[in-house]
């Protein structure tokens, strides 16, 4: 009924503030990195083709009818040209992202979970912060394929984190911190559909100028990740990089031992072969006196 459906709504609505409100530390360290991230993620989402379209190529989204002018008409399609190669550039994107996501634990592993966060929110600070002195198009493509790696890094890293904290400090209430963090996720979006419009009207409607803004609220994403408490999956990988090293030591010793058993079969095998060569000696040497 309706009156049940709205209660529904009210206590989702009062667990949700009650996550906010009561998270544990390192959720709402990871919370606030979340939030910092996604709005560079959302920036790119929803402005990465309309950059390619007017700051690369040079074009613009103008109407286009049979009165048009021809540096009309031609200001259109360099802007369309340029949505398709921010398509291509999304298809990097989501290739290197999609990379990093396989490749994650052996990252965290080989320079530290913290190490690897930071590495890659900094290089998607960078390419937001010189965004708007870019023209060149390879050199777009190529720099905005990099924030791949963060944009894997923002799916896995802090849900790594919050999850393995849950799982061993707080299980009861995993789900309610892993939806808290989510909410991270859903408030850049609202951010950057508000006032999005109105910091590319502020810089005489430069799409790139919301791209430097991400950079710099990224900017601060790195120095909150230095608060992040890693040391909970740190040390796991580093016990299971140890252990890792423990059996292959004990295989190789293992392995040792193996071959020289075998070597020992091999010399006693040649004494009872030699002993049977000087039984068939003596006993033809028997032979010949008879």
């Not at 286009?64 to 369309?80: V, W």
Request: with cysteine; net charge negative; proline share 2%.
């Amino acid at each position: 009924t309706k009156a049940s459906t709205l209660r529904d709504i009210s206590d989702a609505l009062h667990e949700m503030v009650y996550g906010l409100y009561h998270m544990p530390s390192i959720v709402r360290q990871c919370w606030f990195v979340q939030f910092c991230t996604y709005f560079s993620n959302f920036a790119c989402w929803v402005y990465l083709t309309d950059y390619f379209g007017e700051n690369i190529m040079r074009g613009d989204a103008v109407q286009i009818n049979a009165a048009s002018s021809t540096d009309e008409i031609l200001a259109r399609h360099r802007y369309d040209l340029g949505v398709e190669y921010g398509n291509l550039a999304f298809m990097f994107i989501a290739g290197i992202s999609a990379g990093f996501s396989f490749m994650a634990t052996r990252l965290v592993n080989l320079c530290g979970l913290k190490r690897l966060w930071i590495i890659c929110l900094c290089i998607y600070s960078v390419v937001m912060l010189v965004s708007p002195f870019i023209r060149d198009l390879n050199t777009a493509l190529l720099l905005f394929s990099f924030i791949g790696f963060a944009m894997g890094a923002s799916f896995t890293l802090p849900w790594a984190v919050v999850s393995n904290f849950s799982a061993k400090q707080d299980p009861n209430n995993a789900g309610l911190w892993l939806s808290s963090l989510n909410i991270a996720e859903c408030g850049p979006e609202l951010t950057v559909g508000l006032l999005g419009g109105l910091i590319i009207d502020q810089f005489k409607s430069d799409v790139s100028a919301v791209f430097f803004v991400s950079g710099i609220v990224n900017v601060i994403s790195v120095v909150l990740v230095l608060k992040v408490d890693t040391s909970l999956i740190d040390g796991e990988h580093e016990t299971a990089k140890n252990s890792a090293n423990y059996d292959m030591v004990n295989n190789s010793n293992e392995d040792d031992e193996d071959e020289e058993e075998e070597e020992e079969e091999d010399v006693d095998e040649d004494e009872d072969v030699d002993e049977d060569d000087d039984l068939i000696d003596h006993d033809h040497d028997d032979a010949d006196m008879q």
